[in-house]
């Protein structure tokens, strides 16, 4: 297979990022495309083909095969039967994905639970290069988690370990797309801090984030970045919401590192320097001494890499 490439797909809630992949993890090409969920999973299928289908076409253009296809998916993903059992975030239950791609190529398909797949990307090459115990957080739409225990990817029972975004941290908190209220992933993702900052818009409460008309995540960062107020509070309370959340899991894993991805974890210190004092003060002293939290390294290209990871993992 080291003459051969590899194409990794990072299926998220608002794009399609692909990318052909060689053996040793470096990006060669990249497709991008709107999700646009709302269309159905058929239709969101097809776009993924046709990226699959660019990306084979630039091999065979350059004299390679490709081996296989890895595919990360923002929710639980049955590897048996090749099928998304749920994903919140795109309204899907039980989608057989690999059937629906398999009506558009030949090669192998791997599925795989799309902060799996960062984790296993920045394990490989990013923030946790030799870890051995390590637990990566991936902020986006949601909250992802992707579990390395004792070196190997960790996916569970059927596939479904890791999802640290749907751990209750508050029982009377906002309604999660998964049903539970007060999710993490309703606390701290970037869909909570961007409703956030609405509300304190709609209270009337001055921030430069009342002239965005279409307001991300991104923006609540750099107003943070620029001593906005309000921007400061919402990166604070998120990050202690988080904290709360990794103290759990420093407890239940005893990771050697944590990683956190995602756009949000641009911020520097302003969201990890809260954030790493409440995951010490919610964790045990013996677990917390030893854990280091820090940002991933790969950004938006972990996902397309531990994606390609999956393929040499499972043909090995």
Same mark, same amino acid.
């Given at each position: 297979?080291?003459? *051969?490439?590899? &194409?990794?797909?990072?299926? =998220?809630?608002?794009?399609?990022?692909?990318?052909?992949?060689?053996? =040793?993890?470096?990006?060669?090409?990249?497709?991008?495309?709107?999700?646009?969920?709302?269309?159905?999973?058929?239709?969101?299928?097809?776009?993924?083909?046709?990226?699959?289908?660019?990306?084979?076409?630039?091999?065979?253009?350059?004299?390679?095969?490709?081996?296989? &296809?890895?595919?990360?998916?923002? =929710?639980?993903?049955?590897?048996?039967?090749?099928?998304?059992?749920?994903?919140?975030?795109?309204?899907?239950?039980?989608?057989? +994905?690999?059937?629906?791609?398999?009506?558009?190529?030949? +090669?192998?398909?791997?599925?795989? $639970?799309?902060?799996?797949?960062?984790?296993?990307?920045?394990?490989?090459?990013?923030?946790?290069?030799?870890?051995?115990?390590?637990?990566?957080?991936?902020?986006?739409?949601?909250?992802?988690?992707?579990?390395?225990? $004792?070196?190997? #990817?960790?996916?569970?029972?059927?596939?479904?370990?890791?999802?640290? =975004?749907?751990?209750?941290?508050?029982?009377?908190?906002?309604?999660?797309?998964?049903?539970?209220?007060?999710?993490?992933?309703? +606390?701290?993702? /970037?869909?909570?801090?961007?409703?956030?900052?609405?509300?304190?818009?709609?209270?009337?409460?001055?921030?430069?984030?009342?002239?965005?008309?279409?307001? *991300?995540?991104?923006?609540?960062?750099?107003?943070?970045?620029?001593?906005?107020?309000?921007?400061?509070?919402?990166?604070?309370? /998120?990050?202690?919401?988080?904290?709360?959340?990794?103290?759990?899991?420093?407890?239940?894993?005893?990771?050697?590192? &944590?990683?956190?991805?995602?756009?949000?974890?641009?911020?520097?210190?302003?969201?990890?320097?809260? #954030?790493?004092?409440?995951?010490?003060?919610?964790?045990? *002293?013996?677990?917390?001494?030893?854990?280091?939290?820090?940002?991933?390294? +790969?950004? $938006?290209?972990?996902?397309? &890499?531990?994606?390609?990871?999956?393929?040499?993992?499972?043909?090995?």
């Amino acid at each position: 297979m080291h003459d *051969e490439l590899i &194409i990794g797909i990072d299926l =998220g809630g608002t794009n399609i990022k692909g990318a052909l992949v060689d053996s =040793g993890g470096h990006i060669i090409s990249k497709q991008k495309a709107a999700t646009l969920a709302n269309t159905g999973p058929r239709a969101v299928a097809e776009r993924i083909s046709r990226i699959i289908g660019d990306l084979e076409s630039q091999a065979a253009a350059a004299g390679k095969k490709v081996a296989g &296809i890895g595919v990360g998916i923002p =929710g639980q993903a049955d590897q048996t039967r090749g099928t998304v059992f749920f994903a919140p975030n795109l309204h899907w239950r039980d989608v057989p +994905l690999v059937e629906y791609l398999r009506s558009r190529t030949i +090669l192998p398909v791997y599925l795989e $639970n799309d902060a799996n797949a960062a984790a296993l990307g920045e394990q490989w090459l990013g923030a946790g290069r030799g870890s051995v115990n390590m637990v990566m957080i991936t902020i986006g739409t949601g909250i992802g988690g992707g579990l390395i225990l $004792n070196g190997s #990817l960790y996916s569970g029972t059927n596939g479904s370990a890791g999802e640290v =975004g749907h751990m209750v941290i508050d029982p009377d908190g906002p309604l999660c797309s998964c049903g539970q209220r007060g999710c993490l992933e309703t +606390l701290t993702s /970037a869909t909570a801090m961007v409703r956030m900052a609405k509300e304190a818009i709609d209270q009337g409460k001055k921030t430069i984030l009342a002239r965005e008309e279409n307001l *991300e995540a991104r923006d609540i960062v750099m107003a943070a970045q620029a001593e906005d107020k309000v921007a400061l509070l919402i990166i604070d309370v /998120a990050a202690r919401y988080l904290g709360m959340g990794l103290g759990n899991v420093i407890n239940l894993f005893n990771p050697d590192t &944590i990683v956190i991805g995602g756009g949000v974890s641009k911020a520097g210190d302003i969201l990890f320097e809260p #954030l790493r004092r409440e995951a010490v003060k919610r964790s045990l *002293e013996a677990p917390a001494r030893v854990v280091k939290i820090v940002p991933a390294e +790969l950004g $938006n290209d972990a996902g397309c &890499i531990g994606a390609a990871k999956l393929v040499l993992l499972t043909a090995d």
